[in-house]
């Protein structure tokens, strides 16, 4: 989810830091919030003050005013943003990655926008803003939270987020900032977009149908087509490599891991590989091998010559050199089944 940044407008209230909200963002992500923030990253160097920030739409306009009435002593920073519902987990946590030490978020009421709002909402606390984040609907709740509100008493000290090419690279470097100490991955919520997947090693025959189906090429095939690799920050847990696997051999982990072994690619899966049987190079899994021959000598349909089981056991240049022998050219059906073979590997 993003804004466009022309949908946010600073309030003049009292309460308001005026921010120059339309200043475009060259190169960066979709980020409308991203001068505000940067802005509260400055005052957050040296400031020892507590800093709020509160996003409302136009239906929280009189919530918010009135709660101006209320004991709190923080700077209030409050922004109107036309297309609440735009607003995710990244907005808010490079909110609270950059110098906001708390961020309101109005709730919304429409049954079609009140659960991506929830579920925003889950991940954001998830991800480093638990303690740090709230919904409002009414003055009652908004004055009531800004007097829980713990005071700040000296400049923060840690480092900031990098402001990524995308938002989600964003949101991985905000909550890398908001969970320091954090060694093991933490868990998300059920559909959240980061994650991992576990794979039942014994079921895989590493017939390589989710490395084909996979949109972020988080999933790929290693050396000799045995090896099954994984990048953990690509993963955006889709699910359709476990929807295709045919050994339901996958299942889907959310959860972040803030640092950046996320980005290495490790070996998922190490099967034996199946060697040429005339140059002896490894070219395919041995376990795809022996599924294709079960196939074949389980009479599912398939019948083969020895000529041709002798071409199912050879590499894609040996195949190549062995059927431009004589014998071969009279072999029509031989060469149309070697196609059939190698599009089942």
């Not at 297309?83 to 030490?101: E, K, S």
């Not at 039942?200 to 090429?217: G, H, N, R």
């Not at 074949?296 to 349909?301: E, K, N, Q, S, Y």
Request: proline share 6%; glycine share 6%.
């Amino acid at each position: 989810m993003a804004g466009c940044g022309h949908c946010l407008r600073a309030s003049k209230r009292k309460w308001t830091n005026v921010v120059d909200l339309y200043q475009p963002q060259v190169g960066r992500a979709e980020l409308p919030l991203l001068s505000i923030c940067q802005a509260a990253l400055e005052r957050r160097k040296t400031a020892a003050q507590t800093h709020i920030l509160i996003l409302h739409d136009t239906m929280g306009e009189m919530a918010v005013s009135q709660a101006e009435d209320s004991d709190c002593t923080a700077r209030v920073h409050t922004v109107e943003v036309c297309a609440l519902d735009r607003i995710g987990h990244v907005d808010v946590l490079l909110a609270l990655a950059m110098g906001f030490d708390h961020v309101l978020l109005q709730k919304l009421v429409a049954p079609e926008t009140m659960a991506i709002q929830h579920q925003e909402v889950e991940m954001a606390r998830a991800m480093g803003g638990n303690g740090r984040l709230d919904l409002f609907g009414s003055v009652h709740r908004l004055a009531e939270i800004l007097q829980a509100l713990p005071e700040i008493t000296g400049p923060w000290r840690h480092d900031f987020p990098v402001v990524a090419a995308s938002r989600r690279a964003t949101a991985r470097s905000c909550a890398a900032v908001l969970l320091p100490t954090a060694l093991a991955p933490v868990p998300l919520p059920a559909d959240a977009p980061y994650g991992t997947v576990q794979l039942d090693e014994s079921a895989c025959t590493m017939c390589q149908s989710c490395v084909w189906l996979c949109p972020t090429d988080a999933l790929s095939i290693g050396e000799h087509k045995s090896e099954l690799l994984f990048v953990e920050s690509s993963c955006i847990q889709c699910g359709m490599c476990r929807s295709i696997c045919p050994e339901d051999a996958l299942q889907l982990m959310p959860r972040l891991d803030p640092l950046p072994r996320a980005d290495a690619r490790k070996v998922l899966h190490k099967a034996e590989p199946f060697h040429c049987t005339s140059c002896g190079e490894p070219f395919v899994a041995k376990s795809m091998m022996d599924r294709l021959l079960a196939r074949i000598w389980g009479g599912r349909g398939v019948q083969a010559s020895e000529e041709v089981l002798q071409l199912i056991a050879l590499c894609s240049a040996c195949q190549t050199q062995e059927i431009q022998e004589p014998q071969y050219r009279r072999q029509p059906s031989a060469v149309q089944f070697r196609s059939e073979a190698r599009r089942r590997q």
